[in-house]
């Protein structure tokens, strides 16, 4: 059975920083674009980052401005999320997703995204 397990979130102070992972079982992680998604308390789900299959591409949402970093290693079958510079605006739960595409021309589309993680709830507060 295709499963993503999220890990690594937990609270932080304004400025922190915050390593997200995104692990696969029952397939090979390396066969598809993997997105991170986060939805904050009464807002709707958004994208922060994706992935193409080699790690070759990847697309991020205008307000990560290059405080954060996405990344795969297919042979462990994770990807991850390397979250600079925290802000109280990141506060949200954060899924991994994967997709058979990756999108060139939209960013990281939700509609593209068939398998889902649980999530795992990210916090910065002083």
Known sequence: QLQLAESG?????????????CEASGFSLG???IGWFRQAPGKEREVVSCISYSGGATKYADFVEGRFTISRDNAKNTVYLQMNALKSDDTAFYYCAAAHAFSLGRLCPLSDYDYWGQG??????S
């Not at 979130?9 to 992972?21: A, D, I, K, M, Y």
């Not at 795992?120 to 507060?125: A, E, F, G, K």
């Open 9 to 21: 979130g937990g609270t932080v102070q304004p400025g922190g920083s915050l390593r997200l992972s």
């Open 31 to 33: 066969n598809y674009a």
């Open 120 to 125: 795992t709830q990210v916090t910065v507060s």
